[in-house]
Structures are given as C-alpha cells and as structure tokens.
C-alpha cells in the first residue's frame, strides 16, 4: 500500500470515528447545557435516573448530571419551578395539577415517563386481622388479590360507632397514589373525601369515609407502625418494607397503563435547552430499556445499584422482591409480578396525551378542579404539558446511532397520542377513554360529574 492510500485510509477512519463520536451532536446539536442537577424521592421508580448516570448513558450524550435526593414531592415541585434543579424525578400529577391550577402553580412539562405499575395499597396488621376472614381465598386458601376495599366497609363503620377516624396515608394530594388509593376506595364503596379550593378546603376530606393524608413516601412504614395512620398507599420499597418488617400487608398492586413517574422539567427550561432536553430522554430511553430488556435479566444488578444511600437506601433484598417481578404480600406470601415496575415495555416511557387527561379526570371527580370542564378543555392541557415530539427526536436519534432499533419503538407516525382504553382497564372494569373524559366521569357512582359542584 502506498503512503498515499495509507494516509487515506487513516483520515477516512478517523473522519468515521469522529462521525460516529458526535452522530447525537449531528443530529440534534450539541447540548445547550452540560453540567445538570436533577433530583429523586428515594423510590425504585427513580431507577432509570441512576441508571442512566451509572451505566454512562448521560455521559455518552455529553452531560455531566449530579443527582441530589430531596426530602419530599412539594420541595422537589418548588425547587424545579426555581430554577435549583434543572429536572427531576416528579409526579405525574404535578405539571397536571400545576398547569390546572390547583395547588403550586406554574407551567411545567415533561417528554419521558419514568415508570409505571409501581405502587401498591397497604394496611396494617390490625386492620388486616379485621378483615383477613372475609377476602376471597383461592384453592390455596391463599387470599385473591387485589382485594376489594369493600372488605373495609365493616372496619371503617366500627371505627365510626367508636369516634375514631379511618386514617390513610397518600404521598401528594395530585400524586398517582392519592388518585389510585381514592379510586380503589370508591370502587369498594367507600367514600374518600372531596377537595373545594373555591371555599378554601384544600383537606380533600369533606364527605369521607375514610381521611386521607400526606405522608412522606420513606415515613410511611414508621407512621403506620406508630399507629397514627391504619394503611397507606405508596410506590417501593416502601409496601414491601411493611411486610418485612412485619407492621403490614399490602391488600392491592397497581396495574393500569398509566404513567406514574414522570422527568419534568418547566417549560421556560425546555425552551431554553431544547437539545439538552433531547440528549436527556435519549439516555432515559436506554436506561429504561435496560431495565426492561431481557425479561428483567438486569433487575437484581438495578436493585444493587439504587440500595446504594445516595439513591434510594434501602435493603437490596427489599427493593428486590418488587424489581425482579416478585411481590410479597404477607411473609412467605410471594407471587410473580412481572410487570410490578414496567419502565420501558408498553410503550410505558412515552409521553401520552391521555395518561394527563386521566389525571385531569380524576382532579375534576374528587374537586379539585371545581367545576366541570368540555373535553377539549382536558385535550388543550394535555398537549401544554407532553412533548411527544421530543421524545420521538431521541428515539429517531438513537436508531440513527444504532443504539435502538424502529422495532423497540410504536409507529409514531400512527399514534395520536392516546392509549387504547383497553390497556386502561381498572378493577372495578371501568375503561378510560381520553377522548371522552366527561363520559368516563358519568361511569362513576362516587365522585362529582357532569355539571355537580360542591
């Protein structure tokens, strides 16, 4: 070979390998913003954050992302909306509450959901000695889950006739586990409680049977074993710390196709590093594929990695049993849950109009939005909080760097945004269509509907 076909050769590899190092600046440019501080509850769903960190994936996007554990949901909304974090791990009813007005306001949005499935209902060995008789049992004699909460009915009236409150515990009043514990009450008959900001009552407990609180998620098992709430309803570790610790059982797993936790960040952040915001959910992306991939085959290697204190700190064989697709509902009572903690599969990572639309219903059945709304309203406030459209630029990117493939991903020229309401299904077998949330309403006997105001 000549010196001239060797020098050739050398600057076409190199010009490859310069191609290939900045294939995500090319097509997205480079990020607006590199170093980053996000933050995290000290939850499992905060997994693909950690994910993405350790395993280089923000790294390979050009980003330098500190981690930072907050105390609670309010100071991790108060914090982004200041500017101090420049993302977080978050609710996926804050930028809905936010944007709705009820609560902090401000206008926050989000391109990538972190997780779904991943809370559980858990009340405390008192209450389940109560009702343990009563729960349907299969030919194991093993209780069937999920329970219905009309076992509770009895314990809740005995309560009553005592002058003693039914006290359960929920982590925000727009939180997944606020909406999920409420609609499995009502679907058993029992009353949770209305808000009415317009009079100032911002309690949620105004006609309840049942008076719900905010609680901290990793102070749940310690205020239920102080015997200050009788049950809560809450994502992992901490159901599953119930019942190692032996203070409780979990009566009820989540599993609906929608969107718990979300990475939010405001809209003023997103408009300023657009690229930045790419280069982030790129690496989400893979950190939730990994998750996901092989039927949890990196489940047990996750659950080491967030036992570490500074992400979620607590035991690794706790975090375990939900992770790798074991839940255990009394000691010894374990049952395959594969889909207990869904990152990535089901499209779950995507950022669907419907899954706010959702939470927008479920704000208006218990008041806190006061007064009805047409369905276009709920549509316009989906789309000022999704951002599909970034979404679907990382996932275009990745496939471009070969770090993905088209088949990992919908056919986003196909979807219009909304789940199907198939995958929507609850217990009670109540279907969420997101097309027609005023129709949805009318479905439930508990909780305010059409044009019903307090």
């Known amino acids: 070979m000549s010196m001239i076909s060797?020098?050739?050769?050398?600057?076409?590899?190199?010009?490859?390998?310069?191609?290939?190092?900045?294939?995500?600046?090319?097509?997205?440019?480079?990020?607006?913003?590199?170093?980053?501080?996000?933050?995290?509850?000290?939850?499992?769903d905060m997994a693909p954050l950690a994910v993405a960190l350790e395993n280089g994936y923000f790294e390979d996007e050009g980003l330098n992302v500190e981690l930072e554990a907050q105390a609670n949901w309010k100071v991790v909304l108060d914090r982004v909306l200041t500017g101090q974090l420049d993302g977080s791990h978050m609710l996926m009813g804050q930028p809905v509450g936010a944007a709705a007005g009820f609560g902090t306001t401000g206008e926050l949005v989000y391109a990538y959901a972190l997780t779904q499935n991943d809370y559980a209902c858990t009340v405390g060995n008192d209450v389940w000695n109560l009702v343990k008789k009563s729960v349907p049992k299969g030919a194991d004699g093993k209780p069937i889950h999920p329970i219905s909460a009309s076992v509770l009915k009895p314990v809740i009236e005995s309560y009553k006739a005592q002058g003693k409150p039914f006290n359960m515990g929920m982590v925000f009043p727009v939180s997944t586990?606020?909406?999920?514990?409420?609609?499995?009450?009502?679907?058993?008959?029992?009353?949770?409680?209305?808000?009415?900001?317009q009079k100032g009552d911002t309690s949620g407990q105004i006609n309840s049977d049942a008076m719900l609180s905010v609680v901290p998620p990793p102070q749940m098992p310690a205020t239920l074993e102080a015997g200050t709430i009788n049950g809560y309803c809450v994502g992992e570790p901490w159901n599953q710390q119930a019942v190692f610790r032996g203070i409780g059982v979990p009566m009820i797993t989540v599993h609906n196709q929608?969107?718990?936790?979300?990475?939010?960040?405001?809209?003023?952040?997103?408009?300023?590093?657009?690229?930045?915001?790419?280069?982030?959910?790129?690496?989400?992306?893979?950190?939730?594929?990994?998750?996901?991939?092989?039927?949890?085959?990196?489940?047990?290697?996750?659950?080491?990695?967030?036992?570490?204190?500074?992400?979620?700190?607590?035991?690794?064989?706790?975090?375990?049993?939900?992770?790798?697709?074991?839940?255990?509902?009394e000691r010894g009572d374990k049952?395959?849950?594969?889909?207990?903690?869904?990152?990535?599969?089901?499209?779950?990572?995507y950022p669907f109009y419907s899954d706010a639309v959702w939470y927008l219903t479920q704000m208006r059945r218990w008041g806190q939005i006061p007064e009805a709304k047409p369905d276009n309203w709920y549509a316009d406030m989906a789309k000022k909080i999704a951002m599909p459209e970034v979404y679907q630029q990382a996932a275009k990117d990745l496939i471009a760097e070969g770090k993905m493939t088209a088949a990992d991903f919908q056919d986003f020229s196909k979807t219009d945004g909304y789940r199907s309401p198939d995958a929507t299904e609850w217990m009670d077998g109540i279907k969420f269509d997101g097309h027609k949330p005023n129709d949805y309403l009318k479905q439930f006997k508990i909780g305010l509907k059409g044009d019903e105001k307090l």
Do not use: C, Q
Not at 33 to 44: A, H, R, S, V, Y
Not at 186 to 197: K, Q, S, T, V
Not at 291 to 302: F, G, I, Q, S, Y
């Open 258 to 329: 929608i969107a718990d936790k979300i990475f939010g960040v405001t809209k003023a952040w997103a408009e300023k590093n657009p690229n930045t915001h790419v280069h982030v959910v790129k690496a989400l992306i893979r950190a939730g594929k990994w998750l996901d991939e092989k039927d949890n085959a990196n489940r047990k290697a996750a659950a080491k990695m967030i036992s570490n204190p500074n992400y979620v700190g607590a035991d690794e064989k706790v975090i375990a049993n939900s992770m790798t697709g074991i839940f255990e509902y």
């Open 177 to 197: 586990h606020n909406m999920g514990l409420r609609y499995w009450l009502a679907a058993g008959g029992i009353h949770p409680g209305f808000y009415a900001p």
């Open 335 to 349: 049952r395959a849950e594969p889909d207990f903690n869904v990152f990535f599969r089901y499209n779950a990572s």
């Open 6 to 44: 060797k020098i050739v050769k050398a600057t076409i590899g190199i010009t490859a390998a310069f191609a290939l190092m900045n294939a995500a600046e090319a097509a997205t440019g480079k990020p607006e913003k590199e170093n980053l501080k996000f933050g995290f509850i000290k939850l499992t």
